[in-house]
């Protein structure tokens, strides 16, 4: 480590690092390609090396995946659930979503939001797992590149890697475009003749995408407050229609639906899909759009403070064991749980017809909801606080996002070297470049809002598609292909339960990927407005990366490329790493 990167070290570093030192004079091994020298054993079948990390400390861990510390760690365990909370949003994701929830009648809200809830968490786990093995922003193409067969693994890690990134852009524009509804929503409450545009939503989406963009470029110590802020303003919000919505609705006159209606009623939309079928197909979106993005804390590893481990403490209480994955756990659990009960409320106070809701010329169907119960004021006032929580959403998803766009640069993975070179480059302990790089790319994918609703509902439908394609893939190798070789990070839930609920959730994400590309009308009724284009743009883009690898970035992407100098490796491993490395070598080019 430089001198202007120790004094970001927290207490026991130092001590662990110290036993490491070595004088290069010394030695007798010369280290150099540090890139092509980083810690790692020869794989149970022998036939690759992979990365392993040794220290519970995780700037220490970081280090020996090779990559020295060069953001600041500001972010304790609350605030990287804030980062996924925020995210998720729950009172404007349900209110983007509500069209969905209740097309197929409030059954498909209450039920599907629960079973949605429980698939996305055993994704959550194995996904905190996974990055609690590797604790840097870019844990989950790192993962791959470790796991897969060694002929193929910089193609599919870079493919991986290029997806996840494009599927969190898209979660970009998925979230601020559904801040600019709601803001539209208040203005047509006011104004019921305005129509709401292609032009005019892209026009705000693009204001907010750059509006955001300049806080995330600001300091870590800002940003962290701000997740601090977004989580205050979900709760209140939340806290807000749980008292306010039943009281106007009991106030007002509106009968509250009974129990039998809230978990059993089953309508649906103008479809000819039989009803089970468009039920099925409905019922997990809703949660699977909201609790979305939770890889968030994953690309902000590199920012979480390390804290030593409660002895005795639970594995899932325990967020000192990984801040990141603690985040993802905890913020997917208190989502999934307080959806559920909003999901109940809101089909208890929306009046005896849910068709009504969702046949309402509001440009979200909770509008409505709110409408029958609160009255235009109240509406209002309710719907600019979702919009101001959309924004602060769309500004954490851009977070992490460039976090993502960074690690993928940072391992020459953008295209061009000079280019992966420029968007690596932190300016005082901040991607600034990153961050321009990943809002520019987040407005180029929201120009596809021109081509209509179809062309609209597919981008939207890529943050869900392609960061599920993205996370199964080391998922499955580590399950199969590499079963032997997982290395147990600080979060892992033992033996039995860490591959069972890790194939429970690769069953969900391919039960979802093929779920959100189905359309919503066949035969007669499918034409080229109502096609749903996910089946297209989501493997499509995969499909691009590999292309795109073949022709042209094999040139410039390996795998993981360390960032120490030779000094700094030789400081860090000492003289026993240095000969565990190069007995590893010699073992692993025997058995070539």
Same mark, same amino acid.
């Given at each position: 480590?430089?001198?202007?990167?120790s004094s970001n070290?927290?207490?026991?570093?130092?001590?662990?690092?110290?036993?490491?030192i070595?004088?290069q004079?010394?030695?007798?091994?010369?280290?150099?390609?540090?890139?092509?020298?980083?810690?790692?054993?020869?794989s149970?079948?022998g +036939?690759?090396?992979?990365?392993?990390?040794?220290?519970?400390n995780q700037q220490?861990?970081?280090?020996?995946?090779?990559?020295?510390?060069?953001?600041l760690?500001?972010?304790?365990?609350?605030e990287?659930?804030?980062?996924?909370?925020?995210?998720?949003?729950l009172?404007?994701?349900?209110?983007?979503t509500s069209y969905?929830?209740?097309s197929?009648?409030?059954?498909?809200?209450?039920? $599907?939001?629960?079973?949605?809830? *429980?698939g996305?968490?055993?994704?959550?786990?194995?996904l905190?797992?996974?990055?609690?093995?590797?604790p840097?922003?870019s844990? @989950?193409?790192?993962?791959?590149?470790?796991?897969?067969?060694?002929?193929?693994?910089?193609?599919?890690?870079?493919a991986v890697?290029?997806t996840?990134?494009?599927?969190?852009?898209?979660?970009?524009?998925?979230?601020?475009?559904?801040?600019?509804?709601?803001?539209?929503s208040?203005?047509?409450?006011?104004?019921?003749?305005?129509?709401?545009? /292609?032009? /005019?939503?892209y026009?705000?989406?693009?204001?907010l995408?750059?509006?955001?963009?300049?806080?995330? *470029?600001?300091?870590t110590?800002?940003? %962290?407050?701000?997740?601090?802020?977004?989580? @205050?303003?979900n709760?209140?919000?939340l806290?807000?229609?749980?008292?306010?919505?039943?009281i106007?609705t009991?106030k007002?006159?509106?009968p509250?639906? +009974?129990?039998?209606?809230i978990?059993?009623?089953?309508?649906?939309?103008?479809?000819?899909?039989?009803s089970?079928?468009?039920?099925?197909?409905?019922?997990?979106?809703?949660?699977?759009?909201t609790?979305? !993005?939770?890889?968030?804390?994953i690309?902000?590893?590199?920012e979480?403070?390390?804290?030593e481990?409660?002895? $005795?403490?639970?594995i899932?209480l325990?967020?000192a064991?990984?801040p990141?994955?603690? $985040?993802?756990?905890?913020?997917i659990?208190a989502?999934?749980?307080?959806?559920?009960?909003?999901?109940?409320?809101? *089909?208890?106070?929306?009046?005896?017809?849910i068709?009504?809701?969702?046949n309402? &010329?509001?440009?979200?169907?909770?509008?409505?909801?709110?409408?029958?119960s609160?009255?235009?004021?109240w509406?209002?006032?309710?719907?600019?606080?979702? %919009?101001w929580?959309?924004?602060?959403m769309?500004?954490?998803?851009?977070?992490?996002?460039s976090r993502?766009?960074?690690a993928?640069?940072r391992?020459?993975?953008?295209p061009?070297?000079?280019?992966?070179?420029?968007?690596?480059?932190?300016?005082?302990?901040?991607?600034?470049?990153?961050?321009?790089g990943?809002?520019?790319?987040?407005?180029?994918?929201?120009?596809?809002?021109?081509?209509g &609703?179809?062309?609209? !509902? %597919?981008?939207?439908?890529?943050?869900?598609?392609?960061m599920?394609m993205?996370?199964?893939?080391?998922?499955?190798?580590?399950?199969?292909?590499?079963?032997k070789?997982f290395?147990p990070g600080?979060?892992?839930l033992?033996?039995?339960?860490s591959?069972?609920?890790?194939? *429970?959730?690769?069953?969900?994400?391919?039960?979802? @990927?093929?779920?959100?590309c189905?359309?919503l009308?066949?035969?007669?009724?499918?034409?080229?407005?109502?096609?749903?284009y996910?089946?297209? @743009?989501?493997?499509?883009?995969?499909?691009?990366?590999?292309?795109h690898?073949?022709?042209?970035?094999?040139?410039?992407?390996?795998?993981?490329?360390?960032?120490?100098?030779?000094?700094?490796?030789l400081?860090l491993?000492?003289?026993?790493?240095?000969?565990?490395?190069v007995?590893n070598?010699?073992?692993?080019?025997?058995?070539?």
């Amino acid at each position: 480590m430089t001198s202007d990167t120790s004094s970001n070290n927290y207490s026991g570093i130092e001590e662990e690092k110290k036993k490491n030192i070595i004088h290069q004079t010394k030695s007798n091994v010369i280290v150099t390609n540090v890139s092509e020298q980083l810690r790692t054993v020869v794989s149970r079948r022998g +036939d690759r090396r992979i990365q392993v990390v040794t220290s519970a400390n995780q700037q220490i861990a970081l280090e020996e995946l090779g990559y020295k510390q060069e953001l600041l760690r500001k972010y304790t365990w609350y605030e990287m659930f804030g980062v996924c909370f925020s995210i998720m949003g729950l009172m404007p994701s349900i209110g983007s979503t509500s069209y969905q929830a209740f097309s197929s009648g409030a059954s498909s809200a209450t039920w $599907g939001w629960l079973a949605g809830s *429980c698939g996305i968490l055993t994704m959550g786990i194995a996904l905190a797992e996974i990055g609690s093995s590797f604790p840097t922003a870019s844990a @989950i193409y790192l993962a791959t590149w470790n796991w897969s067969p060694p002929k193929y693994r910089n193609l599919i890690s870079y493919a991986v890697g290029f997806t996840d990134t494009v599927s969190l852009s898209a979660s970009v524009c998925s979230i601020t475009s559904g801040c600019a509804s709601q803001i539209y929503s208040c203005v047509q409450l006011y104004n019921p003749d305005f129509v709401v545009t /292609n032009g /005019n939503t892209y026009g705000l989406f693009a204001g907010l995408i750059i509006f955001v963009g300049i806080f995330g *470029c600001m300091s870590t110590s800002i940003n %962290a407050k701000i997740q601090n802020l977004s989580s @205050i303003t979900n709760i209140f919000l939340l806290l807000l229609v749980f008292i306010a919505l039943p009281i106007a609705t009991h106030k007002n006159g509106v009968p509250f639906n +009974d129990a039998k209606f809230i978990f059993t009623n089953v309508e649906r939309a103008d479809t000819n899909w039989p009803s089970g079928w468009y039920w099925l197909i409905n019922s997990f979106q809703p949660a699977v759009w909201t609790i979305g !993005a939770f890889d968030a804390a994953i690309h902000m590893q590199e920012e979480a403070i390390p804290k030593e481990r409660i002895e $005795g403490r639970p594995i899932l209480l325990d967020p000192a064991a990984s801040p990141a994955s603690f $985040g993802i756990v905890s913020s997917i659990t208190a989502c999934g749980l307080l959806g559920w009960l909003m999901m109940i409320l809101l *089909c208890a106070c929306m009046g005896p017809s849910i068709l009504d809701v969702i046949n309402t &010329d509001y440009d979200q169907s909770i509008t409505q909801i709110f409408m029958y119960s609160m009255g235009k004021k109240w509406t209002v006032a309710l719907m600019s606080l979702m %919009a101001w929580s959309s924004l602060l959403m769309a500004q954490s998803c851009l977070l992490s996002t460039s976090r993502q766009f960074w690690a993928m640069a940072r391992d020459y993975g953008i295209p061009t070297k000079t280019g992966s070179e420029f968007f690596a480059k932190v300016w005082k302990n901040q991607p600034i470049n990153a961050m321009i790089g990943s809002a520019t790319l987040s407005l180029l994918l929201g120009l596809m809002m021109f081509g209509g &609703d179809a062309c609209s !509902a %597919a981008l939207f439908s890529l943050s869900i598609c392609g960061m599920y394609m993205a996370i199964i893939v080391p998922i499955i190798l580590r399950l199969t292909y590499a079963r032997k070789d997982f290395n147990p990070g600080t979060f892992y839930l033992g033996k039995f339960w860490s591959p069972f609920i890790s194939w *429970c959730a690769v069953i969900f994400m391919s039960w979802m @990927i093929f779920i959100v590309c189905v359309p919503l009308t066949y035969g007669d009724q499918l034409d080229q407005t109502s096609m749903n284009y996910t089946v297209v @743009i989501g493997p499509g883009f995969t499909l691009v990366a590999i292309i795109h690898y073949q022709l042209y970035q094999y040139k410039f992407y390996r795998g993981p490329h360390s960032n120490l100098s030779d000094e700094e490796f030789l400081e860090l491993m000492g003289e026993e790493g240095i000969d565990q490395i190069v007995s590893n070598h010699e073992e692993y080019e025997k058995r070539k």
